[in-house]
């Protein structure tokens, strides 16, 4: 989905370029806006959602659904979502700042930092005096999700995020330091306790003193319970089985610099705003901080034609500044174009929700008001599963019941070879199924992603094992021979 969305705003950058436009907002593209967010909310089952546009130094709000169905809450500019990966970039900032004030430089080892911390390549162990901070913000360390995302223990304890970190001890990466970009979240939790080292300070209390209060952000939070006593913390949902449900998920607070910050568009307005250059009113400090953290990696090969910065993934001019977020019950999309002078935020507090709705909305921001809402991949799989689950259940009884009919018929006759291979072939794919569930994570798959997932193996597992006693119990009936009684 990450390559078709970029190639979608390159696209979208070519043709809007060819003609200028005038970005006040009309109240047919207001209404077209709206309409295209209460689509979304009604086909995705996703509660609630709200958008921030920046287009030529104007803000505009938008939301649908609630921020909590069960209270009625509606969502609104001032509802706080998990921004999800979207933090990034807030920690990414964080530390390019720590490097303004001239307490540590991006290039210095991680081992300057975190002296026990130790990793090893294929067994080995690798230098960790050659491995920089800066692996670390581009994702070229060789810590990636396809390896080390499931380590990310769950907990809330003021220390969770040295405990995060301590679990990379002694793990084999994935590729050697340096060598390519692989996007891995739990790099930024190394970013975080550097913070921690540095500073002398907590992350929390970092990031909430040094970056949010001087940027003016009063509505980005790291701690929970702060968000939730505001009274805007929105419900977390998850959809599966066609219904969505809320969802609590697990507390992953070493987690938090990669992915747990909290915000709401009015405050992500302002952020785009400082990122676009458009708000003056910051510490002169971050400037030079906002502009490295917008300098992709180009000594490694970029990805889907994007390279990685300090939590933003950029093309090779700039023109292109954006960042996807996904935790188990929110879904989050920001894109900046800065030389259209246009930025786009979409938070929900749901995981079914299509992002890329982004692009339509700037469509309409272009003045291209027909814009339709487009399932996500997330929820397609999840009807498909669905469909899946209730199907092969039902073919499951179906079989068995047919299998034991067969049984009682039969019960004297004898079965063919083919029958006897047919249904160990069967009864083995039986086994390969079953091996493989109990093979898989389920601690993180359950919180991550949709249940039918459990459900569709465990119906097809169930399925082949019906359809095995269906082929044994199909007995060989030999054909009775009648002996012709003899004329008198």
Not at 333 to 347: G, Y
Request: include cysteine.
């Amino acid at each position: 989905m990450k390559k078709t969305l970029v190639s979608m705003i390159t696209v979208l950058l070519l043709f809007s370029g060819l003609s200028q436009r005038s970005y006040a907002m009309s109240d047919a593209q207001a209404e077209a806006i709206q309409s295209l967010l209460d689509d979304a909310t009604r086909i995705s089952g996703v509660p609630g959602l709200s958008v921030a546009i920046l287009a030529n130094e104007k803000e505009y709000y938008y939301s649908s659904g609630y921020a909590d169905l069960k209270k009625g809450i509606p969502a609104s500019e001032n509802t706080l979502y998990e921004l999800a990966s979207v933090s990034k970039a807030f920690t990414g900032i964080g530390i390019l700042l720590l490097e303004e004030q001239g307490r540590l430089s991006m290039t210095d080892s991680i081992h300057d930092y975190l002296p026990w911390l130790t990793l090893k390549y294929q067994g080995k162990p690798v230098d960790m005096q050659s491995l920089t901070l800066n692996n670390f913000l581009h994702h070229t360390s060789g810590l990636t999700n396809n390896r080390h995302a499931q380590l990310i223990p769950q907990g809330n304890t003021p220390d969770m995020l040295q405990k995060t970190v301590e679990v990379l001890v002694d793990t084999d990466l994935s590729f050697l330091p340096g060598k390519q970009y692989t996007y891995g979240t739990i790099n930024y939790d190394v970013l975080g306790l550097v913070i921690e080292q540095v500073s002398g300070q907590s992350y929390e209390s970092f990031m909430s003193e040094q970056v949010f209060q001087p940027l003016g952000l009063n509505q980005t939070f790291v701690y929970k319970e702060d968000a939730m006593a505001t009274g805007q913390l929105a419900q977390g949902y998850r959809s599966s089985f066609f219904k969505t449900t809320p969802y609590n998920a697990p507390d992953y607070s070493g987690n938090k610099p990669a992915g747990y910050i909290i915000s709401s568009t009015k405050d992500m307005a302002r952020w785009m705003g400082i990122q676009m250059g458009i708000v003056k009113d910051i510490p002169e400090i971050f400037h030079t901080a906002i502009q490295k953290s917008h300098q992709g990696d180009r000594s490694v090969l970029a990805v889907d034609t994007m390279y990685y910065a300090a939590g933003w993934m950029v093309n090779t001019d700039q023109t292109i500044i954006e960042h996807s977020g996904e935790n188990p019950s929110f879904r989050t999309q920001v894109v900046l174009l800065p030389n259209e002078q246009t930025a786009i935020c979409l938070l929900a507090n749901g995981a079914n929700i299509n992002t890329s709705m982004v692009l339509k909305i700037k469509d309409i921001v272009d003045g291209n008001l027909s814009q339709t809402y487009e399932i996500s991949s997330a929820q397609l799989m999840d009807i498909l599963l669905s469909i899946a689950t209730i199907t092969c259940c039902l073919l499951t009884v179906l079989f068995f019941v047919l299998g034991f009919r067969r049984r009682k018929l039969n019960k004297k006759q004898q079965i063919t070879k083919k029958r006897k291979i047919a249904s160990f072939i069967l009864l083995l794919v039986t086994a390969a199924l079953s091996i493989t569930g109990f093979a898989l994570e389920w601690s993180i798959i359950l919180v991550w992603e949709t249940y039918s997932i459990l459900t569709a193996l465990i119906s097809v597992t169930l399925l082949t094992a019906s359809l095995a006693w269906l082929v044994y119990s199909g007995r060989y009936s030999r054909p009775l021979k009648y002996t012709l009684p003899l004329s008198t």
